[in-house]
């Protein structure tokens, strides 16, 4: 379905659903990019949405590789599953549930995608390092100021080193009947850290 | 030297000099992704600066593939080549000279990146629309309106669909002595097509 080799599917390749939402193209290549993924790691992606993040990882990490997804809300687990199947993607499985209580289960992770924490951010970071092996990467996604705020103060208290913090601002451009504008959308925050 | 198989190597890996351009890595792992590289793909890095973009390309298409960097300035031509030198990259070729003279000169590419045309931006993209496979990506980057402009103008009179503009604005974090603050970079303006 996806035969290229570089990541940044176009979102209108994937399955939608209103109120499940969707890591943008751009935004998304972003966050691939920061894991450092290889062929053969093992990723979680928290929170997993529509599974965009999920397939661009599996596609990186290939069949020697494993993705588990993780969601609390059935409609971005079916969503995901769904996703899978149109790219078909085997290296995936999809968890509904709790991130806390899923997490604790999974066997240990190169890379930790966390796209949503449900407000127990500091929680789930801490419980994301002691699965992360050393030199893995964690790579959150965020949207609201208050769970920034939760992963600044969190993230210098455990061990990780070369922490990266970056806001990206993407517009798209329209036509109007005069000519060419740009539409801004909302700023994602992406902080990054390597596991010492 | 990279031994990740997603693109986004860090800025600071990167062999500098104070009057040639990087494309920052953020700006540049879009491009890889809008570009849709595959492994074995001929591709052109039209005002390679650093080398960077071509250096990430050159990972993508790997060693069944062939990656042609141009720039018209001596000291971004020798840069381009001890950045290839430090990351072992042995499948590109460096190019000194005037861009409309050289590309008449290369084979047919899958994707070509435009990081520069001093001027030239019309006479430029038509010439590698000509250059490019059916199905070939083209990306160029631009930084001033006037660029922009002549892209957006030009674009859409050649064979070209599914034409892509966004402005991507990256704003990374420094530490102040009472907390954490976002620096801005410019807006980095990236058109992408597909060759019909």
């Known amino acids: 379905m996806w035969q290229h080799k570089t990541p940044g599917i176009p979102d209108e390749l994937f399955e939608r659903v209103d109120d499940v939402p969707i890591t943008k193209e751009e935004v998304r290549v972003i966050q691939i990019s920061k894991a450092r993924l290889s062929s053969g790691q093992t990723v979680y992606d928290v929170g997993c949405g ?16 494993k993705v588990f ?25 999809v968890i509904l549930g709790n991130a806390m209580q899923k997490i604790s289960e999974l066997p240990i992770a190169d890379a930790i995608f966390i796209g949503g924490t449900g407000g127990e951010t500091a929680e789930i970071i801490k419980l994301c390092e002691s699965k992360l092996k050393q030199g893995g990467r964690i790579v959150i996604g965020t949207i609201l100021v208050e769970t920034l705020y939760s992963v600044l103060n969190i993230i210098e208290k455990l061990s990780f080193s070369s922490v990266d913090i970056i806001q990206i601002t993407i517009s798209k451009s329209r036509k109007t009947s005069t000519g060419t504008m740009f539409l801004a959308r909302n700023p994602v925050t992406i902080i990054s850290a390597t596991k010492i």
Chains 1, 2 share one sequence.
């Open 50 to 65: 529509s599974g965009s993040i999920s397939i661009e990882a599996a596609h990186q990490v290939g069949s020697t590789g």
């Open 69 to 93: 997804s993780i969601d609390i809300d059935p409609n971005a687990v079916e969503l995901t599953k769904k996703n899978l199947e149109k790219f078909q993607i085997s290296n995936v499985s």
